[in-house]
């Protein structure tokens, strides 16, 4: 039977990495999948989660299994981590999966069960696993304009004019913040406008929040997913903790289900409990465990905050830092959006030619529609990358 399949189209973030390991320069930079990578380029395993591990180890009697939708102290806490009491507790459905892609497929695969016909709205670009799950789940996809080209911000009036078009029983896919490629994103203002239109519309929002923490705080990242579940009767929420917490290969996030009263939330979190049985039974707990010790002990969660700031701290830093380096060596601003923009990436907005130019010429490795993963860098490469975006021609 094996004879009658297909090779599958590779996923290029993934091939990138493996192009990156296979390159033998020492002068190599990877700029690649996005993981957080300290100065010294190792991605650390946090403290506070080193310590939980650490006393999870000494006191966790039995791994028999969770629930369905995993440990409900982990959604709890996880709901409040995001939302913050935004809405109320007894709407919310949800779900522990594995990771935050986890938590995009279920929630797709909820939308394809309400909704047979349901049509997503993606941002152009998105993250091209969005686009990927979305096919092979066969639901339609419409794209509507996000990043302009020429400004590098978001082209809001594409935006806007493109969501218009949706209708009830759609969904329209948002990232809560940290938007992945581009790190362009919405200002509140923008945000209330994007509100406006769901509510026009009917559309239902799924927001994909991947790396709260990252671009301005906590609760600056999550202030807009707080926004929209307040005002919408309605919304989806996949959650990850891959990145705040550290934790990738733990496959840790959850699926929010929003509902407007307490009885479609009943439904909602019978039918999370039931797709997860569907796909892989029990969510993977560990991770989930960590995150829950964390944010539920005043002293574990304290240290997480402080070191998740220094790493926010960090990439800030290096996105001055290269702003800083390119107006110098550019003799102009046209490369300040990199200080602007949040997050762990930066489209730099230039071409696929380039983007092979730097990586041939000068061992740069990033995602071939310019996405550079900003973490990286180091004090050391900046001045590197920056040569060599001047040198091509960018
Ligand atoms: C990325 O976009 O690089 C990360 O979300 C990692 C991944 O799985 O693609």
Redesign the pocket.
């Known amino acids: 039977m094996f004879e009658t399949l297909k090779a599958q189209p590779a996923d290029k973030?993934l091939a990138l990495m493996q192009m990156y390991r296979e390159d033998p320069r020492d002068t190599k930079v990877d700029l690649g999948?996005?993981v957080y990578k300290d100065a010294t380029g190792l991605t650390p395993v946090m403290r506070a989660v080193k310590k939980a591990e650490h006393q999870l180890w000494e006191t966790q009697v039995s791994k028999v299994y969770t629930g369905l939708a995993g440990d409900p102290a982990f959604g709890d806490a996880m709901i409040d981590l995001v939302l913050d009491g935004a809405v109320a507790r007894d709407t919310i459905a949800a779900a522990a999966t594995p990771g935050g892609?986890g938590a995009v497929r279920q929630a797709f695969e909820l939308i394809q069960m309400a909704r047979p016909d349901a049509r997503v709205f993606v941002s152009d670009p998105t993250?091209p696993?969005h686009l990927s799950i979305l096919s092979y789940l066969g639901i339609e996809t419409i794209p509507y304009r996000y990043f302009d080209n020429e400004t590098r911000g978001v082209d809001f009036d594409g935006l806007i004019e493109d969501l218009k078009t949706a209708r009830k029983g759609d969904v329209v896919l948002l990232h809560g913040c940290c938007h992945?490629p581009t790190g362009a994103n919405l200002n509140p203002a923008e945000w209330d406008a994007v509100i406006e239109v769901l509510l026009q519309t009917g559309a239902t929002p799924m927001i994909d929040i991947?790396y709260q923490g990252f671009g301005d705080g906590l609760a600056e990242d999550a202030a807009a997913t707080r926004k929209v579940v307040a005002a919408v009767p309605e919304c989806l929420i996949a959650a990850s903790c891959s990145k705040n917490f550290g934790i990738y290969r733990e496959r840790t996030g959850l699926l929010m289900a929003i509902a407007s009263d307490k009885s479609a939330q009943q439904l909602n979190q019978q039918t999370l409990a039931f797709l997860n049985r569907q796909n892989f039974s029990f969510p993977p707990d560990h991770g989930a465990r960590l995150v829950t010790m964390i944010l539920n002990d005043s002293a574990l969660r304290a240290d997480w905050q402080a070191e998740l700031e220094e790493v926010r701290h960090a990439m800030l830093g290096l996105r001055t830092q290269l702003a800083g380096e390119l107006q110098r060596l550019s003799g102009s601003d046209r490369f300040g959006f990199l200080a602007q923009h949040r997050g762990m990436f930066s489209r730099l907005g230039t071409t696929p030619e380039m983007v092979e130019k730097l990586r041939a010429d000068h061992g740069i490795y990033m995602v071939g529609d310019s996405r550079m993963n900003i973490a990286g860098l180091n004090a050391e490469t900046v001045p590197i990358l920056a040569k060599a975006i001047i040198d091509v021609g960018i």
Request: hydrophobic share 50%; no cysteine; net charge neutral.
């Open positions: 973030i999948v996005g892609t993250w696993n992945n991947a």
